[in-house]
C-alpha cells in the first residue's frame, strides 16, 4: 500500500446518487458492457417523470423492455421498486446498521448478490471495512502487488487484508487502481 497510494494524488471512493438509482443501475449494468450499461440506463431513466420507486412501478414492462432490459432486469427492478416502496428495507436506519444486516437486506432483493450489495456498502454509504472477497479484481490486485502476479487464494486474499483493516474498502480501492488508472465507481 505504501507503494500504491502515493501514485494516485488525491483520488478517492466517492459517493454518488440516492440509493434507489444506485442500485437500479447496479442491477442495469449487470453482465453487460459499462458503455452498453449507460446506454440501456439513458433509455430507462427517460420513462418515468422521475427515478423514483413509486414511478417505477407505474412503469409499463414493454416500455422498460423497448429501452433495452431483459425480462429478468424487469422483474428485478420491479422487486427493487416493491422493496423500497413498501418500506421492506429500512434505509433510514442503516447508518446505525452493521454491514452484514444491510447485506441480509439487501440480498433479499431479487437481482442484488452479495457483491452487489458490498459494492453499494463501499460506494454508496461509503463503509470504511468492507472486503469483497468475490471481487475477480481484488483478487487479482492482490496478486499482482503482493505475490508477483501468482494467483491466490480466497484465504491467502483475506490474510494479506488483515492489515489493512479498519480501512479495507480504501485498499481495495487502491488494488482495483493499481490494475486500472480510471477510478472505480458505482
Known sequence: ??????????????????????????????????????????????????????????????????????????????????????????????HGMDDEAIIAELVAIRGIGRWTAEMFLMFHLMRPDVLPLDDVGLIKGISVNYFSGEPVSRVEAREVAEAWAPWRSVATWYMWRSLEPIPVAY
Open 1 to 94: 500500500m505504501k507503494r500504491l497510494i502515493p501514485r494516485f494524488g488525491t483520488a478517492c471512493l466517492e459517493s454518488r446518487g440516492d440509493a434507489f438509482v444506485t442500485l437500479a443501475r447496479s442491477i442495469v449494468g449487470q453482465q453487460i458492457s459499462v458503455k452498453a450499461a449507460q446506454s440501456v440506463w439513458n433509455r430507462f431513466e427517460a420513462l418515468p417523470r422521475r427515478m423514483a420507486p413509486g414511478h417505477v412501478l407505474k412503469l409499463k414492462v414493454d416500455d422498460m423492455r423497448a429501452a433495452g432490459l431483459s425480462a429478468r432486469k424487469v422483474e428485478y427492478l420491479v422487486d427493487l421498486a416493491l422493496h423500497f416502496d413498501s418500506g421492506a428495507i429500512h434505509v433510514e436506519q442503516w
